[in-house]
């Protein structure tokens, strides 16, 4: 089954910079897309960043983009989210999530019932 474990996590002063960590373990499928997610207390669950396979396309959040960069390293089998100039509003439990068909592209967006697998979280406080 498939595994997703994030890291990376913890509190930074605003203006501050964190990377996120998606450990991926047990995909067999070559075309897929790869999301981060956030969920601040009391609000929804909000995409944040998307990767496609094969030409890598990202795609991201209005609320983010300019200061989030997401990434893969297929080496390692491991996803990425670089957060700089990180804002107050940007705290909330982070999620990575996989979607098995790619369905990210049609079209470019953030539904999170695309994806069908989740990890765990990892926490990121952003202090004033």
């Known amino acids: 089954q498939v595994q997703l474990v994030e890291s990376g996590g913890g509190s930074v002063q605003a203006g501050g910079s964190l990377r996120l960590s998606c450990a991926a373990s047990?995909?067999?499928?070559?075309?897929?897309?790869m999301g981060w997610f956030r969920q601040a207390p009391g609000k929804g669950r909000e995409g944040v960043a998307t990767?496609?396979?094969?030409?890598?396309?990202?795609y991201y959040a209005a609320s983010v983009k300019g200061r989030f960069t997401i990434s893969q390293d297929n080496a390692k089998n491991t996803l990425y989210l670089q957060m700089n100039s990180l804002k107050p509003e940007d705290t909330a439990m982070y999620y990575c999530?996989?979607?098995?068909?790619?369905?990210?592209?049609?079209?470019?967006?953030?539904?999170?019932?695309?994806?069908?697998?989740w990890g765990q979280g990892t926490q990121v406080t952003v202090s004033s």
């Open positions: 999530a996989l979607d098995p068909f790619r369905r990210c592209l049609l079209p470019p967006g953030f539904r999170s019932y695309e994806y069908n697998y």
């Open positions: 047990g995909y067999t499928y070559s075309t897929y897309c």
């Open positions: 990767i496609a396979s094969g030409d890598g396309s990202t």
